[in-house]
């Protein structure tokens, strides 16, 4: 029996004395004590069938089954409450109802109680009432909301949904899937509970959402034109851009968009020479605010001035015919000025205004033109300098406006040419970029001061293989509709985005396997729009929001428990559960559970719709406990592979369970045979064309079977026995590398076990002597292993290979040791970064400010912060994703010194030391961290003052200078190195 009783706290004998009241025979489900303030004061008593307030003298109770909702039912767990004042009190209960209980005095001075039910909401942890009917609501298993509260609605409708915050826990499981094969995983998660469960995809880059495509080859250029208003005296833009240009070979075409952005249609404009290959297309603009007046269109042989008006051609520059062919055009159309380069290194300097075209300076360079830019690096200003690159030579050269003098010449390393120029400023820093033929980008730091420019040497990023093409585009600030930034799309095999965030440059790969031309296209209601063409497609999409990570969520209305990807059908397979009498919808093809109890599930879902294509429903009482998708020996189908366990009333441990493997045909799960189990089948996983398994705390391995005729027919398929091995307590992971299988145990850490094919036997190789509660375990290497536990910790071990005792050999060795903070439910294996792109120092591949310094061949720097092929990623039960890279000494011992010097300077917290936190400590002992480095606290020195940070680099320098020559010893190079370990994620 549950009672309640109240204490007085005697502070000066510091002891509990009895308090004023006390109740016997509660609710025996009562385990929530809410305090009533004045004038009513008391308090209430929350059980799952009635709410009860206690005055201290008398009670008074109302039930909780009899207001509801819609469907009423006999309990409400209620695990969240605050007060809206001292009368009012906001309930949430445990499947996310909430409810509002007034107090309210009656004529004979006692309380009489009401309770209406408000609406649903995500599954509570806790809520507060902020303020003019607006509640926070901090959901456990999925996003948390900012709630308004609506007394004017229907009951059960009162709760409006103001707001979300993204919260990706817990993450049950998750796959890093490759779908686009461009080298670029992205993290597809398992993740909440119950009826807030939900499918979360991670992936770092910026999305192209395509409206349009067009099958168009050969296109050499392209541009967007603007229109006046027609239908308003004000020449102002009609819905932004309307006109496409597309330069061919030998034509031009130009595309319209009518009706806002319904139709495409090909358009013809009188002033315009359709009949020749376009070099530039722009619209001219009077000043920086006013709606352009001109077009102006550059051909091999002119330049045209095309009114905006009548479409009709008001003038034309052609170059003298000494000066060749024009190959390359760039236009400043709000401030009126165009940079022209013809063949023989002729550059035209042309001021086009009112409808006139005048030349105001020619030079000859020495070499050929390969790229030219005249954009400022303030947006919608004059240029005062230009910026050429030239064969032979291989530089970038700035010449002054309006007289075409050198300013500086910058030599490029190695024998590559530039293939593209850019000016532009991001977040108030200058910056010239530089795209090599190659797939190389160099960026320098650029500055205009005393009328000359200076390009500081800073980095040289691997975009991709091929020449680079550098433009800029501009997108609203999703945060203000009237902030708008530009940035730079580099149009490449690898098409990237670069933009910049807190005065650092990010760069963000977009998920287009190529591309060669981008302009920005606004038209419509369609903003931030852009025409791409990509494998000779026109592409007309919109642009994702610029930022790191992207995150969409697909809601389940049931928990998911695992996730695997089946790569032929390109879907994914989960196993979820559905809550008895759960109505919450899901995606399309789901149904709803009946009230036979909780049901178990494996769905297919297709990969990008995410439809729910297919569900095999599970037995009654048995639960989907691990699943895979893999192929066999002499069987090249893919399969899904599922593992179960029957959880019977009266067992404390699962006796029975199933593998079942699954064929996937027509977007069908076709079952091709099961196998029974005697115990719960834990986790699953692929070896050499055979299947591990663990049962409970055995080890089996299992061979596929094909019988019958060449057709390999389903119904002669079957899993075969072939192995098995006895483990601890319960075997909680499972992996293979080669013929070793490494198993996690539930409390006997990680075993490294060898499979012998010639008897078909399992060998012990080594184990890890150290008892801890592992909750998930992954191979780190050729000879090291990682493991979580549940006291938040990571340990890595590795073989002995050093010692020549074959005992000693047998001992996993602890090499590192870290307290996370996080509990880790799952490791895998990818990235979210594409491999291959990495950064180095302009100073180590020979570049040099000197126009006769011979280039260097191009050296790799052996302390990059490179990604490993053994990078893992974890997810966590608190929504936690993170990455662990394994690194070499020397650049251990580098990031060791900067972890330390940050240490130094700045300091955690409510002063929590960072030795003490990240000090390896469970129930029986405190073991100081070792061979592990924090990459978050190394990356806050890039949001610290500069003060700081050079703080930071003086320390570097009085503690580690004279023993390390790797040191940095400037705060920019310390920044490019931090800046190579975001790169990472």
């Not at 420019?453 to 975009?463: A, D, F, G, P, V």
């Not at 729009?529 to 642009?543: D, Y």
């Not at 400010?849 to 490993?868: E, I």
Request: charged share 20%.
């Amino acid at each position: 029996n549950r009672h309640v009783a109240t204490y007085d706290i005697a502070v000066v004998d510091k002891d509990l004395t009895e308090g004023p009241f006390k109740q016997a025979n509660v609710e025996s489900t009562a385990s929530l004590l809410i305090p009533v303030k004045a004038p009513l004061g008391g308090l209430l008593i929350i059980g799952e069938e009635q709410v009860t307030y206690h005055s201290g003298t008398y009670t008074k109770s109302a039930p909780i089954c009899l207001r509801t909702g819609p469907q009423p039912i006999n309990t409400s767990n209620i695990k969240a409450w605050c007060p809206i004042d001292n009368f009012r009190f906001l309930l949430g209960d445990h499947v996310g109802r909430m409810y509002v209980l007034l107090l309210k005095q009656t004529d004979d001075g006692k309380v009489d109680i009401q309770l209406d039910y408000l609406g649903e909401t995500h599954i509570l942890a806790c809520m507060t009432y902020v303020d003019n009917a607006v509640v926070f609501v901090g959901a456990a298993f999925s996003d948390s909301q900012l709630m308004k509260l609506n007394d004017s609605a229907a009951p059960g409708e009162c709760v409006e949904l103001i707001e979300s915050y993204l919260n990706l826990g817990p993450i049950v499981d998750f796959c890093v899937v490759d779908s686009d094969k461009q080298g670029q995983g992205q993290v597809v998660t398992a993740s909440g509970a119950f009826k807030d469960g939900s499918i979360r995809i991670v992936h770092n880059g910026i999305g192209i959402n395509e409206l349009a495509t067009l099958d168009l080859g050969g296109v050499k250029g392209m541009w967007s034109l603007s229109d006046i208003n027609e239908d308003a005296m004000s020449e102002t833009p009609v819905g932004g851009d309307k006109y496409l240009v597309l330069s061919f070979l030998g034509e031009t075409k130009l595309l319209s968009m009518e009706g806002g952005g319904e139709t495409i249609e090909e358009a013809v404009l009188d002033g315009f020479d359709n009949s020749t290959q376009t070099i530039l297309c722009s619209n001219v603009y009077p000043d920086s605010s006013s709606a352009a007046d001109f077009y102006v269109q550059v051909t091999p042989t002119a330049v045209r001035m095309i009114s905006i008006k009548d479409k009709s051609l008001t003038n034309e520059w052609n170059p003298t015919q000494s000066a060749g062919k024009i190959i390359l055009a760039s236009c400043n159309p709000y401030a009126q000025q165009l940079l022209v380069a013809s063949t023989g290194g002729n550059l035209f300097y042309l001021a086009i205004k009112n409808g006139t075209i005048e030349l105001l300076q020619h030079t000859k360079l020495e070499h050929e033109i390969s790229c030219i830019d005249i954009q400022p690096l303030q947006p919608k200003q004059p240029a005062a300098y230009c910026l050429v690159g030239t064969w032979v030579d291989i530089c970038v050269e700035a010449l002054a406006l309006p007289s075409l003098k050198s300013l500086h010449k910058e030599s490029l390393a190695g024998d590559v040419l530039p293939r593209s120029v850019l000016s532009i400023s991001m977040d108030d820093i200058g910056y010239v970029m530089c795209g090599m033929g190659d797939g190389n980008l160099l960026i320098y730091n650029a500055v205009w001061e005393n009328d000359t420019i200076k390009m500081e040497q800073n980095k040289r990023i691997t975009i991709g293989s091929q020449p680079l093409k550098l433009s800029v585009f501009s997108s609203t600030d999703s945060s203000s509709s009237s902030s708008s930034h530009q940035h730079v799309f580099v149009s490449a095999d690898r098409p990237t985005v670069i933009y910049s965030n807190n005065k650092k440059l990010l760069f963000s790969n977009v998920n287009l396997k190529e591309v060669s031309l981008m302009t920005s296209y606004n038209v419509g209601d369609f903003e931030n729009c852009l025409a791409l063409i990509s494998e000779n497609q026109l592409i007309l999409g919109t642009i994702d929001s610029i930022q790191k990570l992207h995150i969409r969520t697909v809601h389940l209305g049931e928990g998911p428990k695992a996730i695997a990807y089946h790569t032929p059908s390109d879907c994914f397979a989960l196993i979820t559960s559905r809550p008895q009498d759960s109505s919450t919808a899901g995606p399309s093809g789901m149904d709803a559970a009946t009230s036979e109890g909780d049901l178990e599930y494996v769905r297919l879902f297709q990969n990008h719709t995410f439809e729910c294509l297919h569900t095999y429903r599970l037995d009654a009482e048995e639960h989907g406990c691990a699943i895979l998708c893999t192929s066999f020996s002499g069987d090249d189908t893919e399969y899904v592979v599922v593992g179960t366990a029957y959880v019977l009333p009266g067992e404390h441990e699962s006796s029975k369970g199933r593998i079942l493997v699954f064929e996937v045909k027509d977007n069908r799960l076709s079952l091709v045979t099961e196998k029974d189990v005697n115990g719960m089948c834990w986790c699953l996983n692929a070896m050499t064309g055979k299947l591990l398994s663990s049962c409970n705390a055995k080890i089996q391995l299992w061979k596929w079977q094909v019988g019958g005729t060449a057709d390999q027919d389903s119904s002669n398929k079957s899993l075969e026995y072939e192995t098995g091995k006895q483990g601890h307590i319960s075997t909680l992971s499972l992996h293979s590398r080669g013929d070793y299988i490494i198993y996690g145990d539930m409390m006997r850490s990680v075993t490294v076990v060898l499979y012998k094919s010639v008897d078909g036997s399992l060998e012990d190789v080594a184990h890890d002597y150290n008892t801890c509660w592992i909750t998930a375990s992954e191979v780190l290497g050729d000879d090291t292993y990682i493991m979580a536990e549940t006291h938040w910790n990571l340990r890595t071990v590795q073989h002995n290979n050093d010692s020549t005792n074959e005992e000693e050999q047998k001992i996993l060795n602890t090499t590192g040791q870290y307290h996370l903070g996080y509990f880790v439910n799952k490791f895998r294996k990818g990235s979210l970064v594409m491999r291959g792109t990495h950064e180095t120092d302009l100073q180590d591949t020979g570049a040099s400010s000197s126009s006769n310094a011979s280039p260097k061949k191009q050296q790799p720097d052996p302390l990059a912060v490179t990604l490993s092929p053994h990078a893992l990623i974890y997810g966590t039960a608190e929504g936690a994703l993170g990455i662990v890279n394994p690194i070499d000494e020397p650049l251990y011992m580098l990031l060791l010194a900067v972890q330390t010097a940050i240490n130094k300077v700045i300091h955690g917290v409510g002063g929590l030391e960072f030795d003490k936190w990240r000090s390896y400590e469970d129930d029986h002992k405190v073991l100081p961290w070792r061979n592990f480095l924090d990459g978050d606290l190394i990356e806050t020195f890039l949001d610290l003052p500069k003060n700081k940070m050079q703080e930071v680099v003086d320390h570097l320098q009085k503690q580690y200078g004279g023993k390390n020559p790797a040191i940095p010893k400037t705060v920019g190079e310390l920044v490019k190195k931090v800046e190579e370990l975001c790169r990472l994620h």
